[in-house]
């Protein structure tokens, strides 16, 4: 091949792979144009067969993109194609980045780490619009500050841009300027302050994991033995105090002692009387929601403060009636005219745009999404309906997967029959979900297992831990980080059953372990 048109193609491989990291935390869109590109060039670069030799003689490439293999096995199980054929278009990066990656000349190291901070200023922009959301309109859910993409997707991509930051200070850091160096440092303190302002407690869980697992392996290397009894305290005081202010927060939000009828005052100061409910156990803060609670005086107190009807939805869709006696139940107040006049113009406007307790409006992040977890639970515990909340959802899908699982054991359902036999599943149970609700398994180990049986789960496994053996990546750092980041992903969500998910997985894990240039040959 001529040194020119060599060259050129090589510029379109490394402007692919740049495309594609700066899309994965972005945009969809561009993780599609980016995959093209990187195909297209693949072709058309010709040498097809000294590639294809070095994909195939990469067996560690060849397992990991057996994945896609799987889902194409599991065609004979199926009976829904159309959903089948959807299913496989999303999973294509399964097969395309280990093929293009692994059969493609190895990246310098240089060109390695631009790749890895195109990836980190997107996730910057994505970042810093989040900011500008947060500063510039209220926002009631944290989730709508990450517009671009889900904000699960989004909180792996932040998770890995501060693992990637972190290599770049401490373990790539020979021969880094100052300037580099404090913009580095800047970037990590940037997503850190993000993190504690959007409260994703998806980002929390996946970091909390990392540094868990930092300092079992830091135990097991260190030799002195009063740091290696430092990190032995410090793995056994994490959970310890990590239940106790669970437990603080869960006794703040039920701590309730329930009062004795005798010593309930049946009516307001202005003479209503006040509805003491005792059958309706829900409670905020330690305030019984039903207790002391006059819709008549609170229906008039609200109309004359505000031109959203009392028994209608509020800004976010929520009933006007429901957020103001929560609010008025967790700032300890009745709910009667006194309780109204309690409240100012601001907390009005609150109301209206759903803030339903008042630690919404207090506190750190953390606090405020427990405090909402709380009251999903719950909720669910007293009604057995968990729709529209997503940690108790969680709990119906898994429970759902296993039921279906335990009855396709060893084949699965198929490729494109998951959505049918969920849905069968929920009609069969007559689940409290309601339809639009009803989803699949939200924990990639279980919809491998439905899909594809106990087979298709030892190979799935197989797919993702032997490549990585093979390739010597749990001794390296970068590969490390992200194989945990992956793999903590997969239990709350079935990271790879969407785009940006499979996206996110099948470049890291291509990158890490078959895109860089090695001292040895291919394993």
């Known amino acids: 091949m001529p040194l020119l048109k060599q060259e050129y193609h090589r510029a379109c491989y490394l402007g692919g792979l740049c495309l594609l990291a700066a899309s994965i935390p972005l945009s969809r869109y561009l993780m599609s144009i980016a995959q093209w590109v990187l195909l297209i060039n693949f072709l058309l670069e010709g040498d097809l067969w000294g590639k294809f030799r070095r994909f195939t003689g990469n067996r560690a490439a060849l397992l990991f993109s057996s994945i896609y293999l799987l889902h194409l096995t599991g065609l004979f199980f199926t009976t829904d194609f159309d959903y089948a054929m959807k299913d496989l278009r999303t999973k294509i990066p399964l097969a395309l980045l280990p093929l293009v990656i692994s059969g493609s000349a190895g990246l310098t190291g240089k060109w390695f780490t631009r790749i890895l901070w195109c990836f980190v200023a997107a996730v910057l922009a994505g970042t810093l619009t989040g900011f500008y959301i947060w500063l510039s309109q209220p926002v009631s859910d944290t989730r709508d500050l990450s517009p671009f993409i889900s904000h699960i997707r989004f909180s792996l991509s932040l998770c890995m841009a501060i693992v990637i930051l972190i290599w770049l200070l401490f373990v790539n ?6 300037w580099q160096q404090l913009a580095g440092w800047s ?9 504690y302002v959007s409260a994703y407690f998806t980002a929390y869980y996946i970091l909390s994991g990392l540094f868990l697992v930092w300092l079992v392996v830091q135990t097991a290397r260190v030799r002195k033995t009063w740091l290696k009894f430092a990190f032995i305290m410090c793995l056994l005081l994490l959970p310890v105090l990590t239940f106790l202010y669970l437990r603080g927060e869960y006794r703040g939000f039920f701590h309730s002692p329930m009062p004795a009828e005798e010593s309930f005052e049946w009516f307001t100061p202005n003479g209503k009387p006040y509805l003491h409910d005792t059958a309706r156990k829900e409670v905020i803060s330690g305030n019984r929601l039903f207790y002391y609670y006059c819709k008549e005086e609170l229906a008039a107190g609200w109309e004359k403060r505000s031109n959203i009807p009392f028994d209608s939805a509020g800004r976010t869709g929520l009933k006007i009636s429901d957020v103001l006696v929560r609010y008025l139940t967790s700032k300890g107040l009745r709910k009667d005219s006194a309780g109204m006049a309690a409240l100012d113009q601001q907390e009005i406007r609150l109301i209206e745009n759903g803030t339903a307790d008042v630690e919404e409006t207090r506190g750190s992040p953390v606090h405020k999404r427990l405090r909402k977890i709380f009251w999903e639970y719950q909720n669910y515990m007293i009604s057995g309906d968990p729709s529209g909340h997503s940690v108790m959802m969680r709990l119906e899908y898994w429970k759902a997967s296993l039921a279906i699982f335990s009855e396709n054991l060893w084949t699965g ?3 494109g029959d998951m959505n049918l036999v969920f849905d069968q599943y929920y009609e069969q149970v007559n689940s409290r979900l309601k339809p639009e609700w009803r989803r699949r398994s939200h924990n990639q180990f279980l919809s491998v297992a439905v899909g594809f049986g106990i087979a298709g789960l030892i190979w799935f496994l197989a797919a993702l831990f032997l490549p990585a053996i093979w390739r010597g990546g749990f001794r390296d750092y ?39 240039l090695r001292k040895s040959a291919y394993i």
């Open 413 to 415: 359902v198929g490729t």
């Open 173 to 178: 850091s020979d021969g880094k300027r100052q």
């Open 478 to 516: 970068l590969f490390t980080a992200f194989f945990v980041v992956m793999m903590l992903s997969f239990l709350p969500e079935d990271t790879i059953e969407s785009q940006d998910g499979v996206t996110f997985t099948a470049f890291f894990y291509s990158l890490f372990l078959f895109g860089r």
């Open 187 to 195: 970037l990590l303190l940037c997503f850190l302050v993000y993190l």
